[in-house]
């Protein structure tokens, strides 16, 4: 075999994506919540951007820039000499910059600690709420006033460190014993747990925690309002006869049965059904406070009465004015600059530039998006969600002449402040079906008439699946009995048997 070497001339296409398309199609995909997170960092790490607070400041920064600036030939590190130029050096550039250099070791930092002033950073930080107490720790503080011996006080400690998110016991006792015995140190009895168990139920709150199944945490609940409501005594008293004895035939809506049972008319029933609206199956959830990040309209969407249309306007106000400093920019482009200098301050003012740029091409793609939407929606910021029009991300790209992957960012996490309340901005985006005018429906609209339809029936003979189809064909939406089960379950309606309701005789 034979190698040999030699040069080839190839001709081809090469797609590729500058970082400034990448950082652009990041910017419009980030919610405006994390986009004001994003442009802080970049404010902390970019020496070249800045905020323009007042514009009679920007041009008094302007005015005296050549008189604050630096030696620009300064910035060359590693000359010959003592060093003791280079400190003075960086000394005056802290002093100019000292937003941007500040840090733990900085001189500035240390004259504010020295004539005791705040730092604002630190304050920021130590303003930030801290992680909240886990269910076990707030057990286990209940669990400290409860009187119980050594054993038992042991025992309830282990068995609170099963209880789940929701409250119940996430394995039994036969398997927190089996668990206990592979730890180190004396394993609890069997009679210790089960004793340890019965102090847990009785003592911990909200009722019904530490319960071993969905069962005995609605009694033990039921058992604290027939405590706690005297009044009302015999009512859970038969509340807690039917979830006892009859809980499957509640489930599947089987009043009469149970009614034979017990002997109970349906209209007590009934009303035992209504008292267990008070009860939870997850007993625990207002126990730990769940973090919810806030959300933030991107834009809103207001009504003109003078033009009798609807408008959109973005929420810019929460994101700050960028700019170039004016200064960077000017040694970006200096010629008489050091190379290595240069190039750095080039790097970053690129950097800012790109980012700025960003951020207005977000705004103009996602107000353009927003402004197809007010002209297809309009029926339903007028009517409500049964007018809902079919709207695909393709008819939308073609119509702004922008990729489909660049209207997926744009609707990405944005929410919209709308007359019809604050709502996703990808809710406006479904499939649907077509009419005979010609416009789709979309399929949540399809949803919200099976919703009017159920709501107005019959509730001692509701619709079947088959009758709701042919109720909201008869209403210009023909879809197949399997879809309307599959709509109906998706809004959490129960089938016809357990829609039904009943009345004696």
């Known amino acids: 075999m034979r190698l040999d070497t030699g040069q080839h001339q190839k001709l081809l296409q090469d797609l590729r994506i500058s970082p400034q398309q990448i950082q652009a199609m990041r910017i419009l995909e980030l919610p405006l919540t994390e986009l004001e997170e994003h442009i802080q960092r970049e404010l902390e790490q ?118 789940g998110p929701d409250g119940l016991l996430t394995d039994g006792l036969d398997a927190i014993l089996e668990h206990a015995q592979r730890l180190p140190g ?112 991107d834009a809103i969407i207001e009504y003109d009465d003078v033009n009798d249309c609807y408008v959109a306007r973005l929420r810019n106000d929460r994101l700050p004015s960028l700019r170039v400093r004016p200064r960077y920019e000017t040694m970006a482009a200096d010629r008489t600059e050091d190379r290595t200098t240069r190039e750095f301050i080039s790097k970053h003012v690129l950097s800012a530039r790109g980012l700025i740029d960003a951020i207005e091409q977000r705004k103009r793609t996602l107000l353009r998006v927003v402004d197809v939407v007010i002209a297809r929606q309009r029926e339903f910021f007028d009517e409500g969600s049964q007018y809902l029009r079919q709207l695909t991300m393709t008819e939308v790209a073609d119509q702004l002449g922008l990729s489909v992957g660049t209207i997926s960012r744009a609707v990405s996490d944005k929410w919209l402040e709308t007359p019809r309340g604050l709502m996703p901005l990808r809710r406006f985006f479904s499939g649907g079906i077509g009419t005979e005018a010609g416009d789709g429906v979309a399929w949540e609209a399809i949803r919200a008439t099976l919703r009017e339809i159920i709501d107005a029936e019959d509730k001692t003979d509701p619709l079947s699946d088959d009758a709701l189809a042919r109720e909201l064909a008869r209403r210009g939406m023909p879809i197949a009995r399997r879809t309307v089960v599959k709509y109906r379950e998706q809004l959490g309606i129960p089938k016809k048997t357990l829609r039904r309701q009943f009345t004696d005789g």
């Open 46 to 163: 970019n020496v070249a951007l800045e905020i323009v607070e007042h514009r009679a400041r920007a041009k008094r920064e302007e005015s005296d820039g050549k008189a604050t600036d630096i030696g620009r030939k300064e910035l060359v590190v590693g000359g010959e000499g003592d060093g003791s130029d280079d400190f003075r050096r960086l000394g005056a550039l802290e002093s100019s910059y000292a937003e941007a250099f500040e840090n733990e070791y900085s001189s500035t930092r240390a004259r504010r600690h020295d004539r005791g002033e705040r730092d604002g950073k630190m304050d920021a930080m130590a303003n930030v709420a801290g992680r909240g107490p886990s269910l076990a720790e707030v057990l286990e503080t209940q669990w400290r006033f409860v009187e119980a011996d050594d054993d038992t006080r042991r025992a309830g400690s282990l068995i609170i460190q099963f209880i």
């Open 186 to 297: 004396p394993a609890p009895s069997a009679e210790d747990l089960e004793r340890a168990l019965r102090l847990l139920q009785a003592h911990l709150e909200p009722a019904g925690i530490a319960a071993r199944s969905h069962v005995e945490c609605l009694l033990l609940q039921i058992d604290h309002h027939r405590e706690e409501d005297e009044e009302r005594a015999e009512s859970w008293s038969i509340v807690r006869r039917i979830v006892a004895d009859h809980m499957d035939d509640l489930i599947h809506n089987r009043l009469p049965a149970i009614s034979e049972a017990t002997g109970l008319p349906i209209g007590r029933i009934q009303e035992a059904r209504e008292f267990m609206g008070r009860l939870t199956l997850s007993p625990a959830r207002d126990l730990v406070d769940e973090t919810v990040r806030p959300i933030i309209p």
